[in-house]
């Protein structure tokens, strides 16, 4: 039967819902007005039961628009509630079905596939997975992101703005605590990566309590790396806090921590169940050229030990040196006579052309770097003068013994 349902418009065109009088039963078509022309088809049925394809317009974008006064719905419907799929498909002439938004009636989860592979889902209790092996139970998280292949999976916060307050975080809350992990901008934390406790205060910033800035330094209860320039920098939070506290699980003696140059291991700190040890590199075989200390007490003499207190202490006097008189063993000393704090530039300075946050600004007129000494290295010193003062005791004394026996 060949038959038309035609609706006129008040310009004088028409939209048609035709059969063809050759084959009714393969081709139903919906088309434009008359004056776009019959080869402008919008809908057809391909010839399998209950599908309809939307097939491009020449002169038009090939796009499929619902238009309501109120609220509008597009609806995709199955007669099963257990296990069938309500599923919009992506096909193009070389790929049918490349992509797809798929709901699962069964596990009541929106899958999104494309390339032909399922890469996003929804599940019903409002997880969302990303990435490969979307439908995976491999941890327990709202958020998964998984993509096995041999290369990075990311997942990218990115913020292109320059400004003091630009920065690209995540947050993080439960039950009340919030934090933050914040990349910020040059002009806000120069770069630096943040984790910052409470968010929602100190103008939703929150307050800075780990740090690394773009030289690897990190700071630790800091809110600048830059002040030192000590690769890890660590500040407590009173009088009875530790900076660093480190242990070993055992009764014996085991190590603490380890030091070491591109030469290998200088040195360690141990501990025990009772006691802490503090070594330094000296075993026979790392060392040559060893001669005996012969003018131990000349060099001890040149030593002025004073009681003293220091200006930032005045009511305690304590024993000690003054570093720069200490030459009869130089490596005992760190540091130099006179030195000045060495300065870097910070945030909110002026920095010209070919400098950055953290290089060396100037030395200050203010803050001294003052040097330091290490006491242990003076033992080999006294012991030599001790030595040589025992000898004397003992040749001094035989000649007494002879004196008296004579």
């Known amino acids: 039967m060949t038959g038309k349902i035609k609706l006129p418009h008040a310009s004088g065109n028409s939209m048609s819902i035709a059969a063809p009088a050759t084959n009714p039963a393969s081709d139903l078509e919906l088309k434009l007005p008359a ?4 080869a402008n088809q919008l809908l057809k049925n391909s010839g399998t039961a209950g599908t309809l394809e939307f097939s491009s317009l020449t002169e038009s974008t090939g796009a499929l628009g619902l238009t309501g006064s109120g609220n509008t719905t597009f609806d995709i419907s199955t007669g099963n509630n257990s296990g069938d799929n309500s599923k919009l498909s992506f096909s193009d ?3 049918t079905g490349i992509g797809s938004i798929n709901y699962d009636h069964g596990t009541n989860s929106m899958q999104f596939a494309v390339a032909g592979q399922e890469n996003m889902r929804v599940t019903s209790a409002g997880y969302l997975h990303i990435g490969s092996n979307t439908s995976s139970a ?3 998280s709202v958020v998964k992101v998984r993509k096995d292949q041999n290369t990075v999976t990311r997942l ?3 913020n292109e703005d320059t400004g003091s307050d630009a920065s690209a975080a995540i947050a993080l809350n439960a039950s009340g605590n919030s934090w933050t992990l914040d990349c910020g901008s040059s002009a806000k934390n120069s770069n630096s990566f943040t984790i910052n406790k409470d968010a929602t205060g100190n103008s939703n910033q929150g ?3 780990f740090r690394i800035d773009t030289d690897g330094r990190v700071g630790i209860n800091l809110t600048t790396t830059t002040n030192y320039s000590e690769m890890l920098q660590v500040k407590t939070s009173g009088a009875d806090g530790y900076g660093i506290a480190v242990r070993h699980e055992s009764d014996g003696t085991g ?3 380890r030091f070491a140059t591109t030469n290998g291991l200088c040195g360690s700190i141990n501990g025990s169940a009772t006691s802490t040890s503090f070594n330094t590199s000296s075993d026979y075989r790392l060392k040559e050229n060893e001669v005996a200390i012969s003018d131990g007490i000349t060099r001890l003499k040149t030593l002025k030990p004073y009681r003293f207190n220091f200006k930032v202490d005045p009511d305690t006097t304590v024993d000690g040196f003054f570093a720069h008189e200490v030459t009869a063993v130089p490596e005992a000393i760190a540091g130099t006579k006179d030195k000045m704090k060495s300065l870097y530039y910070e945030e909110g300075d002026t920095i010209p052309s070919g400098k950055k946050v953290g290089d060396f600004k100037e030395f200050s007129t203010t803050e001294i770097d003052p040097q330091g ?10 012991t030599a003068a001790l030595q040589e003062a025992i000898t004397k005791i003992e040749t001094l004394e035989t000649k007494v013994a002879a004196l008296e026996a004579a």
């Open 138 to 140: 491999w941890i327990d």
């Open 373 to 382: 000494i290490d006491q242990s290295k003076l033992v080999p010193l006294l």
């Open 35 to 38: 004056t776009i022309g019959s």
């Open 207 to 209: 307050y800075e309590k």
């Open 93 to 95: 002439t070389a790929d």
């Open 156 to 158: 990218a916060v990115r």
């Open 255 to 257: 190590s603490l921590m």
